[in-house]
C-alpha cells in the first residue's frame, strides 16, 4: 500500500513559525511580525472561518487536560501556550454547566 506523506499530519505538533498556511493553522503569513496580542487576534479570527484549526486545537486541549504529550514551537509559542490554556478553561466551564443541567 503506498501512502501519500502529504497527509499525514503530527498534530502534536503546534508550530507558530511564520508561512505554513494553510497546512499550519498556527502559521501567521510568511514574513510577518506581528506581537503576542496580534498573534492572538489572527488565530480568533481564523478560529471563527477555519474548522482545521478548531479540530486541531481541540486535540491540543485533549492532550493538555489528560496529560498527553505534545509541543509548542516557533515565535509565538508563549501566545499559544495561553490560548491552548484558554480553550482548557472554557472547555470546563462549559462541562461543568453541561453537568449541572443534567442535575436539574
Not at 501567521?28 to 496580542?37: F, Q, Y
Not at 489572527?42 to 478548531?54: A, G, K, S, Y
Amino acid at each position: 500500500m503506498v501512502t501519500n506523506p502529504t497527509l499525514i499530519v503530527d498534530t502534536t505538533l503546534v508550530d507558530t513559525s511564520p508561512g505554513g498556511y494553510p497546512s499550519n493553522p498556527f502559521a501567521p503569513p510568511a514574513g510577518w511580525e506581528g506581537d503576542a496580542e496580534a498573534y492572538v487576534q489572527l488565530m480568533r479570527e481564523r478560529f471563527q472561518r477555519d474548522p482545521w484549526l478548531r479540530q486541531w486545537l481541540g486535540m491540543v486541549a485533549f492532550y493538555h487536560r489528560n496529560g498527553r504529550p505534545y509541543r509548542v514551537v516557533g515565535p509565538w509559542r508563549e501566545a499559544m501556550v495561553g490560548i491552548i490554556a484558554a480553550v482548557c478553561r472554557r472547555l470546563e466551564r462549559s462541562r461543568v454547566e453541561e453537568d449541572a443541567s443534567i442535575d436539574e
